[in-house]
């Protein structure tokens, strides 16, 4: 098998949820210092190294992220018909261990090759799955690289995400009257019942073609034959239009706040949780690298936007140019996620070429 291969049926092989990273961390560490390198740790525990240049052209950072949504079984990679897949029942860990791997073995390739480049950032993160957190702490200051690329887009090689949404979340509290139910139900206020006739007047799904919202997570109550005093929910809205974002998550609170009169309870909100969207146009520096390096790979280039977010969110917010590309992983989050072996493969020459392009 490939040093691809191998490292990342190592990599997948190690549960990283959020906050649980040290593990693929360490191995990312020593991978690095086995190239004669010399990463460093930041004090959230990213990892960043650079290369620096041998030539002349535009210097280029790369970012993937260390964790992964949390496990549900065993993980136990196997490869089968080409496709590497977990056979423990749950994610394979794709996301976004194959990034990892095709930036590490990319920088192998480069430095085995001697080839020349304009310089080389890597940065490792941790706790993107639960808001991008490791990116926002990591002092963007320290990239020399104006550019960089991201692989954390699920599909087939060669989509260039040309934008990503703004979104906003929001977590609701409602408070009313305990009253046991049976005996004395008039003199309760149900916090459940605001809950529900709030989120009934919701929007939910897709609101548009370029606007969702969702309620994800719901608690209240304490026993079925208790009046309950208090439910809470999480919300998010997200939108390619920062003014439709806007307005949709201002609608929400104002069917929270109704909500909250008819009933007679009492409404906390908080704005939590949000990024900032970007957009690209096809005739942009980063956009043009992008598809000069994988048609020189041979694959067929096509643009999309993104309904998620990836750490290209926080660096783009930060007035650098990053671009999230398609690394070949299926069906990220499942237990049907996968990567073929000839995909993971073809992303580091991807990388390679990359970095190729940058300096011509």
Request: proline fraction near 4%; charged fraction near 20%; glycine fraction near 10%.
């Amino acid at each position: 098998m490939s040093e691809a291969v191998n490292l990342f049926l190592e990599l997948a092989a190690i549960s990283s949820p959020p906050g649980e990273e040290d593990a693929v961390a360490a191995v990312v560490v020593r991978y690095l210092r086995g190239l004669g390198l010399e990463p460093e740790e930041d004090g959230f525990g990213n990892v960043y190294v650079r290369l620096e240049p041998t030539a002349d052209g535009t210097p280029l950072f790369f970012c993937a992220h260390l964790d992964t949504v949390p496990p549900s079984g065993e993980l136990r990679p196997v490869i089968e018909d080409g496709v590497i897949r977990n056979a423990g029942g749950t994610i394979l860990g794709g996301d976004n261990k194959a990034a990892v791997v095709q930036m590490l073995e990319g920088a192998r390739h480069v430095l085995a090759g001697s080839l020349p480049h304009a310089g080389i950032e890597l940065l490792f993160t941790r706790q993107e799955e639960i808001g991008l957190y490791g990116a926002a702490a990591f002092d963007h200051t320290r990239l020399r690289a104006r550019l960089g690329f991201v692989y954390d887009q699920e599909g087939a090689i060669g989509t260039v995400i040309l934008g990503a949404p703004f979104a906003q979340g929001l977590e609701i509290a409602f408070h009313g009257q305990a009253a046991h139910a049976g005996m004395a139900p008039e003199e309760g206020r149900s916090a459940i019942q605001a809950a529900a006739k709030a989120i009934a007047d919701f929007r939910l799904g897709r609101v548009d073609e370029v606007t969702t919202a969702n309620v994800g997570i719901i608690r209240g109550g304490t026993a079925g034959n208790i009046v309950p005093d208090s439910c809470s929910f999480v919300a998010e809205a997200r939108s390619h239009d920062e003014g439709k974002l806007g307005d949709l998550v201002q609608e929400m609170l104002d069917s929270c706040a109704f909500a909250a009169s008819e009933t007679e309870c009492e409404l906390q909100s908080e704005l939590r949780k949000s990024y900032r969207g970007y957009r690209f146009a096809k005739s942009d520096d980063v956009i043009r690298l992008a598809a000069a390096a994988l048609t020189t790979c041979g694959q067929e280039v096509r643009y999309a936007l993104s309904g998620g977010a990836a750490d290209a969110n926080v660096f783009n917010e930060r007035g650098l140019a990053c671009v999230n590309l398609t690394s070949g992983v299926h069906d990220f989050h499942s237990p049907n996620e996968r990567i073929a072996v000839e995909d993971l493969e073809a992303m580091v020459d991807v990388t390679v070429a990359l970095v190729e392009a940058a300096r011509e």
